[in-house]
């Protein structure tokens, strides 16, 4: 079994985003962070994207509303950043307070600075293997992990275990697109899958978003194959400082021992989802670039 690094994979790719910020012309990219209210999981994700902007010369602008923010007060600021030309991309980190309609918000910023993805413009764009969108963070991350990892996934069986618009979906989508790396034959199960182990079984490559903690054990599982877990649960765990561990959707322990390759969490999907959203937010900036040229 090999432990497919996202820590290391994701190292690599930002000191090449690096080298590229470093040699782009004009004024450093520009990332808007709205984060609304005090959700613990939001607060560690959006600082660690600030560090990593930081890092490779990104700048960014994290904005905090107050809680009480209305939906017509959110879209006035999304409004504002989508007409401000020193912005290159705007993320609003989900969830959003249960105030808010967050489908709403995510169609109100402008395609051209959505660097999350989640504009129905660009996803549909993914349905039709046009690259000219931007793909959202986490199922980007999850391609650029099997392909730096050496998994070509033309002709295998993809089965995707989950279907939210953020991963399971647009996973799919990746790796049905007809295009070098992808190619695949994809099987999408969730909630009313019945004999779900039965399919996942059938799996060559087993990517798993559902958010249950070690949810996949070994018996779900065909020996050999690759597993990408996309999991990142908070199980109480009283022997820990911070009063919780972190574990995937998969069972780690049943599951490494039998298949080829697997993500580890934390430390696999994870740090390629922050690397992904630097790397769209500097495309943005680039676009802006040619757009801007006469
Ligand atoms: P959602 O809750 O939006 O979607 C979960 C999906 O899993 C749904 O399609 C649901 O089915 C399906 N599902 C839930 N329970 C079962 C079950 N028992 N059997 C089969 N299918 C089931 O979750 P997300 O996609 O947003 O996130 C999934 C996980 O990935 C979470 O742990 C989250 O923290 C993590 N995550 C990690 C990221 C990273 O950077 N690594 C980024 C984003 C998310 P149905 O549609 O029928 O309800």
């Given at each position: 079994m090999e432990l497919i690094d996202g820590n290391a994979i994701a190292a690599s790719l930002i000191a090449e985003l690096k080298q590229s910020v470093a040699t782009l012309e004009g004024r450093a990219p520009c990332l808007a962070l709205v984060r609304i209210g005090e959700d613990p999981a939001s607060v560690s994700y959006v600082r660690k994207k600030e560090k990593t902007a930081a890092e490779i010369g990104v700048r960014s602008r994290v904005i905090l509303p107050p809680p009480t923010i209305t939906q017509t007060e959110l879209e006035g600021l999304i409004d504002d950043l989508?007409?401000?030309?020193?912005?290159?991309?705007?993320?609003?980190?989900?969830?959003?307070?249960?105030?808010?309609?967050?489908?709403?918000?995510?169609?109100?910023?402008?395609?051209?600075?959505?660097?999350?993805?989640?504009?129905?413009?660009?996803?549909?764009?993914?349905?039709?293997?046009?690259?000219?969108?931007?793909?959202?963070?986490?199922?980007?991350g999850v391609?650029?992990?099997?392909?730096?990892?050496?998994?070509?996934?033309?002709?295998?069986?993809?089965?995707?275990?989950?279907?939210?618009?953020?991963?399971?979906?647009?996973?799919?989508?990746?790796?049905?697109?007809?295009?070098?790396?992808?190619?695949?034959?994809?099987?999408?199960?969730?909630?009313?899958?019945?004999?779900?182990?039965?399919?996942t079984r059938l799996a060559d490559v087993l990517i798993v978003a559902i958010g249950r903690p070690e949810f996949v054990t070994d018996q779900m599982v065909k020996p050999g194959a690759v597993v990408i877990d996309v999991g990142i649960n908070r199980v109480p765990d009283d022997t820990k400082k911070a009063g919780y561990r972190l574990t995937g959707d998969v069972h780690f322990l049943s599951v490494a021992p039998i298949c080829s390759k697997i993500t580890p969490v934390p430390g696999g999907v994870g740090p390629m989802t922050v690397a992904m959203l630097m790397r769209n937010t500097i495309r943005a900036r680039k676009r802006r670039n040619l757009s801007l040229t006469p």
């Open positions: 989508n007409a401000d030309p020193s912005v290159d991309g705007i993320l609003v980190q989900s969830p959003l307070p249960p105030t808010l309609i967050e489908a709403e918000i995510f169609r109100r910023i402008a395609p051209d600075k959505d660097v999350d993805g989640f504009h129905p413009l660009n996803l549909g764009k993914v349905a039709q293997d046009d690259p000219t969108g931007f793909v959202a963070c986490t199922p980007a391609m650029e992990l099997l392909s730096r990892s050496g998994v070509d996934l033309a002709g295998k069986h993809v089965v995707v275990l989950g279907r939210s618009l953020i991963v399971g979906k647009p996973v799919a989508l990746l790796a049905l697109q007809k295009r070098a790396g992808a190619n695949a034959t994809v099987t999408v199960c969730h909630s009313g899958t019945h004999n779900l182990a039965a399919i």
